[in-house]
């Protein structure tokens, strides 16, 4: 009796994550981007932001992947999440504060990781193939602190840059976590399309102002009434901090229109 019952409790937990099951109504053609958190998503063997997770990532049937990036003080985009070097990798200080010729060679050295380096985001894409099928959210990142404002203002024009040279204007997102910064880049490029990254309050006022495209969101600050309201008002949603099969399942019955997952393989599985 214990045997059947199992079998028909996993039967029901198998079948409740078969694609048929999730009716999906959102702003994305009632579709869910998948993307990788960082890659592969935290916790995985390779090291998020490395180019080894992110080519793994798409490599699964992603539809993309979140990049965290940073600038060197000589303009180089490199994909790094953490404020200083310490806490991942073999060198010390802060990405801002180095050239890139200073950090080439960094490598990844923890939870566990071997022989996996820093990447700059010219390398990286020029090293995906087929770059244009996929959807990447750039997520920005200024820990340099100083009143000069020159740094952040050449860092958008490099995003811009970079943007316009392997011509992705319609393949990525840019994450911008204050007004200041959604409006500078939109006059560098009005066509560059903003999630604003902020508690809900702040991101759906930035969203409605600035009339960008979409607000990311962290799981646990997702309700279906939010979610309703934004897509009443023609605001896309991500979400991240699924790092959980559960939290994948529910991210989907959200309607949520993008996805950056830590479970990466589990998603693309489910809704395949």
Known sequence: MRITLLFIGLTVVFLSCQKNDFNISNLN??????????????????????????????NLGTDGTEIDVQMTKDGVLVAYHDETLD???????????????????VQYTTPHFN?????????????????????????????NTASDTSYYATMLTEVNNLIVEFDLLDNIYVESKNEGSIAALQSINSKI????????????????????????????ELTEERITLLHEKGIMVATFNTHSKKRNIRAVQFNVDFIQTDKVKHLVKILE
């Open 29 to 58: 053609g009632n579709k869910i981007t998948v993307l990788g958190h960082g890659g592969m998503g935290i916790g995985h063997s390779y090291p998020m932001n490395s180019q080894e997770s992110i080519l793994n990532c798409l």
């Open 193 to 220: 399309q903003h999630f604003a990254y902020a508690e809900y309050e702040k991101a759906l006022q930035l969203a409605e102002e600035h009339k960008i495209v979409g607000i990311t969101l962290p799981f646990d």
């Open 115 to 143: 022989g996996y380096r820093l990447v700059r985001l010219e390398s990286l894409f020029q090293n995906i193939e087929h770059l244009k099928e996929y959807i990447f959210f750039l997520d920005l990142k200024n820990f």
């Open 87 to 105: 806490t991942k990798t073999n060198s010390t200080g802060k990405i801002h504060e180095k050239t890139w010729d200073e950090i080439s060679d």
